[in-house]
Protein backbone atom coordinates (compact mmCIF):
# COMPACT_ATOMS: atom_id res chain seq x y z
CA UNK A 1 0.00 0.00 0.00
CA UNK A 2 0.99 3.38 -0.60
CA UNK A 3 -0.58 6.68 0.52
CA UNK A 4 -1.07 7.93 -3.17
CA UNK A 5 -3.61 4.85 -3.74
CA UNK A 6 -5.77 6.14 -0.91
CA UNK A 7 -9.10 6.74 -2.24
CA UNK A 8 -8.95 5.24 -5.84
CA UNK A 9 -11.75 2.53 -6.97
CA UNK A 10 -9.45 -0.25 -5.62
CA UNK A 11 -9.07 1.58 -2.21
CA UNK A 12 -13.50 1.76 -2.49
CA UNK A 13 -13.53 -1.46 -3.11
CA UNK A 14 -11.60 -2.64 -0.51
CA UNK A 15 -12.85 -0.58 2.13
CA UNK A 16 -16.18 -1.65 0.88
CA UNK A 17 -15.27 -5.62 2.09
CA UNK A 18 -13.94 -4.94 5.16
CA UNK A 19 -16.65 -2.79 6.37
CA UNK A 20 -19.56 -5.85 5.62
CA UNK A 21 -16.61 -8.40 7.28
CA UNK A 22 -16.25 -6.47 10.08
CA UNK A 23 -20.19 -6.58 10.81
CA UNK A 24 -20.19 -3.29 12.21
CA UNK A 25 -17.46 -3.64 14.38
CA UNK A 26 -18.34 -7.36 15.90
CA UNK A 27 -15.42 -8.99 14.08
CA UNK A 28 -12.19 -7.14 15.15
CA UNK A 29 -10.24 -6.38 11.93
CA UNK A 30 -6.47 -6.30 12.13
CA UNK A 31 -5.00 -3.92 9.25
CA UNK A 32 -1.56 -4.51 8.00
CA UNK A 33 -1.25 -1.53 5.43
CA UNK A 34 2.27 -3.05 4.35
CA UNK A 35 3.37 0.39 3.25
CA UNK A 36 5.77 1.55 1.29
CA UNK A 37 7.12 4.94 -0.06
CA UNK A 38 5.41 6.73 -2.91
CA UNK A 39 7.20 5.74 -6.49
CA UNK A 40 6.25 9.03 -7.70
CA UNK A 41 4.08 7.20 -10.48
CA UNK A 42 0.52 7.84 -11.67
CA UNK A 43 -0.42 4.53 -9.95
CA UNK A 44 -3.33 5.45 -7.80
CA UNK A 45 -4.95 8.09 -9.71
CA UNK A 46 -8.13 6.40 -10.58
CA UNK A 47 -10.58 8.16 -9.38
CA UNK A 48 -12.66 9.40 -11.73
CA UNK A 49 -15.69 6.88 -10.31
CA UNK A 50 -15.85 9.83 -7.63
CA UNK A 51 -17.62 11.81 -10.36
CA UNK A 52 -20.23 9.47 -10.97
CA UNK A 53 -21.99 9.38 -7.77
CA UNK A 54 -25.09 8.25 -9.08
CA UNK A 55 -23.51 4.94 -10.81
CA UNK A 56 -20.94 4.34 -7.73
CA UNK A 57 -22.68 5.64 -4.47
CA UNK A 58 -24.93 3.20 -4.34
CA UNK A 59 -22.55 0.56 -3.02
CA UNK A 60 -21.53 2.57 0.33
CA UNK A 61 -22.79 5.67 0.37
CA UNK A 62 -21.09 6.28 3.63
CA UNK A 63 -17.99 5.26 2.49
CA UNK A 64 -18.37 7.04 -0.70
CA UNK A 65 -18.54 10.17 1.14
CA UNK A 66 -15.42 9.22 3.70
CA UNK A 67 -13.01 8.83 -0.17
CA UNK A 68 -14.12 12.08 -1.27
CA UNK A 69 -13.36 14.06 1.30
CA UNK A 70 -10.23 12.43 1.60
CA UNK A 71 -9.30 12.14 -2.30
CA UNK A 72 -10.53 15.98 -3.07
CA UNK A 73 -6.93 17.65 -1.12
CA UNK A 74 -3.81 16.14 -1.77
CA UNK A 75 -2.71 16.56 2.21
CA UNK A 76 -5.95 14.42 3.13
CA UNK A 77 -4.92 11.39 0.40
CA UNK A 78 -3.14 9.56 3.50
CA UNK A 79 -3.81 6.26 5.00
CA UNK A 80 -4.19 8.45 8.22
CA UNK A 81 -7.17 9.80 6.79
CA UNK A 82 -8.71 6.65 6.68
CA UNK A 83 -7.68 5.25 10.04
CA UNK A 84 -9.34 8.47 11.59
CA UNK A 85 -12.65 8.74 9.80
CA UNK A 86 -13.79 5.12 11.21
CA UNK A 87 -14.64 3.69 7.98
CA UNK A 88 -14.05 0.16 9.30
CA UNK A 89 -15.36 -0.16 12.63
CA UNK A 90 -13.68 -1.07 15.52
CA UNK A 91 -10.24 -1.74 13.11
CA UNK A 92 -7.11 -1.74 14.29
CA UNK A 93 -3.95 -0.67 12.06
CA UNK A 94 -0.21 -1.13 11.88
CA UNK A 95 0.84 1.52 9.87
CA UNK A 96 4.85 1.02 9.80
CA UNK A 97 6.97 1.58 6.36
CA UNK A 98 7.89 -2.30 5.31
CA UNK A 99 11.42 -2.38 4.72
CA UNK A 100 13.01 -4.54 2.48
CA UNK A 101 16.21 -5.89 4.17
CA UNK A 102 15.13 -9.43 5.73
CA UNK A 103 16.09 -8.67 9.27
CA UNK A 104 13.87 -5.01 8.91
CA UNK A 105 11.19 -7.22 7.95
CA UNK A 106 11.05 -9.97 10.41
CA UNK A 107 10.83 -7.41 13.23
CA UNK A 108 8.26 -5.92 11.42
CA UNK A 109 6.33 -9.05 11.71
CA UNK A 110 7.22 -9.49 14.90
CA UNK A 111 5.55 -6.30 15.97
CA UNK A 112 2.34 -6.19 13.60
CA UNK A 113 2.22 -10.04 15.32
CA UNK A 114 1.56 -8.41 18.50
CA UNK A 115 -0.69 -5.87 17.79
CA UNK A 116 -3.00 -7.92 16.32
CA UNK A 117 -2.99 -10.18 19.19
CA UNK A 118 -6.91 -9.70 19.75
CA UNK A 119 -7.81 -9.29 15.92
CA UNK A 120 -10.38 -11.94 14.81
CA UNK A 121 -8.65 -11.68 11.15
CA UNK A 122 -5.91 -9.76 9.50
CA UNK A 123 -6.10 -8.02 6.18
CA UNK A 124 -2.43 -8.12 4.27
CA UNK A 125 -2.51 -5.24 1.89
CA UNK A 126 0.83 -5.72 0.20
CA UNK A 127 1.50 -3.43 -3.24
CA UNK A 128 1.50 -6.77 -5.83
CA UNK A 129 0.39 -9.49 -3.84
CA UNK A 130 1.50 -13.21 -3.05
CA UNK A 131 5.51 -13.62 -3.17
CA UNK A 132 6.95 -14.43 -7.03
CA UNK A 133 9.90 -15.66 -7.32
CA UNK A 134 11.91 -12.75 -5.79
CA UNK A 135 13.30 -13.38 -2.49
CA UNK A 136 12.51 -12.27 0.81
CA UNK A 137 15.20 -9.44 1.30
CA UNK A 138 16.17 -7.88 -2.33
CA UNK A 139 14.77 -4.88 -3.39
CA UNK A 140 11.09 -4.81 -3.96
CA UNK A 141 10.47 -7.69 -2.16
CA UNK A 142 8.08 -5.33 0.53
CA UNK A 143 5.62 -5.20 -2.35
CA UNK A 144 4.92 -8.60 -1.96
CA UNK A 145 3.42 -10.87 1.22
CA UNK A 146 5.34 -13.98 1.69
CA UNK A 147 3.76 -17.82 2.38
CA UNK A 148 6.28 -18.20 5.68
CA UNK A 149 4.01 -14.92 7.03
CA UNK A 150 0.74 -16.47 6.11
CA UNK A 151 2.04 -19.72 7.54
CA UNK A 152 3.19 -17.90 10.70
CA UNK A 153 0.02 -15.84 11.31
CA UNK A 154 -2.77 -18.64 10.55
CA UNK A 155 -0.64 -20.87 12.68
CA UNK A 156 -1.53 -18.62 15.68
CA UNK A 157 -5.08 -18.93 15.03
CA UNK A 158 -5.66 -15.87 12.67
CA UNK A 159 -8.17 -15.20 9.50
CA UNK A 160 -6.15 -13.75 6.56
CA UNK A 161 -7.66 -11.53 3.67
CA UNK A 162 -4.88 -10.90 1.40
CA UNK A 163 -5.08 -8.00 -1.47
CA UNK A 164 -3.81 -9.60 -4.45
CA UNK A 165 -3.23 -7.35 -7.96
CA UNK A 166 -3.81 -9.16 -11.14
CA UNK A 167 -0.90 -9.49 -13.50
CA UNK A 168 -1.59 -9.55 -16.89
CA UNK A 169 -1.96 -13.61 -17.56
CA UNK A 170 -5.17 -15.57 -17.33
CA UNK A 171 -7.00 -15.01 -14.60
CA UNK A 172 -8.52 -18.13 -14.23
CA UNK A 173 -5.11 -19.69 -13.90
CA UNK A 174 -3.56 -17.40 -12.07
CA UNK A 175 -6.66 -17.59 -9.47
CA UNK A 176 -6.31 -21.12 -8.88
CA UNK A 177 -2.37 -21.09 -8.34
CA UNK A 178 -2.62 -18.44 -5.71
CA UNK A 179 -5.53 -20.72 -3.82
CA UNK A 180 -3.49 -23.70 -3.97
CA UNK A 181 -0.39 -21.83 -2.74
CA UNK A 182 -2.57 -20.01 0.29
CA UNK A 183 -3.90 -24.15 0.82
CA UNK A 184 -0.07 -25.54 1.18
CA UNK A 185 -0.30 -22.92 4.37
CA UNK A 186 -3.71 -22.93 5.44
CA UNK A 187 -4.51 -26.42 4.95
CA UNK A 188 -7.81 -26.32 6.98
CA UNK A 189 -9.02 -22.92 6.49
CA UNK A 190 -12.26 -22.03 4.46
CA UNK A 191 -11.49 -20.24 1.37
CA UNK A 192 -13.28 -17.58 -0.71
CA UNK A 193 -12.54 -15.42 -3.26
CA UNK A 194 -13.45 -11.32 -4.24
CA UNK A 195 -12.69 -10.66 -7.35
CA UNK A 196 -12.96 -6.99 -9.16
CA UNK A 197 -11.35 -5.10 -11.73
CA UNK A 198 -8.12 -5.32 -11.30
CA UNK A 199 -7.38 -6.94 -8.28
CA UNK A 200 -9.00 -9.76 -6.03
CA UNK A 201 -9.09 -10.90 -2.45
CA UNK A 202 -8.50 -14.51 -0.49
CA UNK A 203 -10.13 -14.51 2.82
CA UNK A 204 -9.17 -17.71 4.60
CA UNK A 205 -11.28 -18.45 7.14
CA UNK A 206 -9.26 -20.48 9.97
CA UNK A 207 -11.45 -23.27 12.03
CA UNK A 208 -11.11 -21.45 15.35
CA UNK A 209 -12.17 -18.57 14.16
CA UNK A 210 -15.77 -17.01 15.22
CA UNK A 211 -18.88 -18.05 13.18
CA UNK A 212 -19.80 -14.37 12.81
CA UNK A 213 -16.79 -14.39 10.29
CA UNK A 214 -18.06 -16.88 7.76
CA UNK A 215 -21.44 -15.61 7.95
CA UNK A 216 -19.99 -12.09 7.23
CA UNK A 217 -17.97 -13.33 4.13
CA UNK A 218 -21.07 -15.24 3.37
CA UNK A 219 -23.29 -12.03 3.42
CA UNK A 220 -20.96 -9.91 1.30
CA UNK A 221 -20.56 -12.39 -1.66
CA UNK A 222 -24.45 -11.64 -2.53
CA UNK A 223 -24.48 -8.14 -1.24
CA UNK A 224 -23.29 -6.39 -4.61
CA UNK A 225 -23.05 -6.70 -8.65
CA UNK A 226 -20.69 -8.66 -10.18
CA UNK A 227 -19.56 -5.03 -11.97
CA UNK A 228 -18.33 -4.11 -8.29
CA UNK A 229 -17.24 -7.36 -6.36
CA UNK A 230 -17.93 -10.32 -6.79
CA UNK A 231 -17.48 -13.08 -4.13
CA UNK A 232 -17.40 -16.75 -4.28
CA UNK A 233 -17.18 -19.85 -1.78
CA UNK A 234 -14.31 -22.59 -2.74
CA UNK A 235 -14.91 -24.90 0.75
CA UNK A 236 -12.60 -25.84 2.95
CA UNK A 237 -9.23 -27.09 1.24
CA UNK A 238 -9.76 -30.55 1.72
CA UNK A 239 -13.28 -30.67 -0.18
CA UNK A 240 -13.21 -28.05 -1.77
CA UNK A 241 -13.40 -27.18 -5.91
CA UNK A 242 -11.98 -24.36 -7.87
CA UNK A 243 -13.53 -20.73 -6.99
CA UNK A 244 -13.23 -19.37 -10.24
CA UNK A 245 -16.33 -20.60 -11.93
CA UNK A 246 -19.48 -18.48 -12.33
CA UNK A 247 -20.98 -20.09 -8.76
CA UNK A 248 -21.95 -16.85 -6.35
CA UNK A 249 -22.27 -18.51 -2.74
CA UNK A 250 -25.86 -18.57 -1.38
Known amino acids: MKHQYVGDISDYRKYALLRVLSWGGVNRIGVCWMLTPSDGSSDGG???YLQQ???YRQFDPQLFDI????ADEPDRR????IEDSGAIAGAAYFNELLPDDAAGRTGFMDRCSSAFERADVV???PDNGLETSL???RKNSSKYLYLDEVARFYGSGKSMLVYQHFPRVERRAFLASCMERLRSVAPDALVWTFTTAHVAFFLAVHPESPARLAAAATEACGLWDEGFIAGRYGGSSRHARPIIDSEICA
Do not use: M, N, V
Open 67 to 70: LAHA
Open 135 to 137: PKG
Open 123 to 125: FFD
Open 78 to 81: RLQS
Open 46 to 48: KLA
Open 53 to 55: PDR
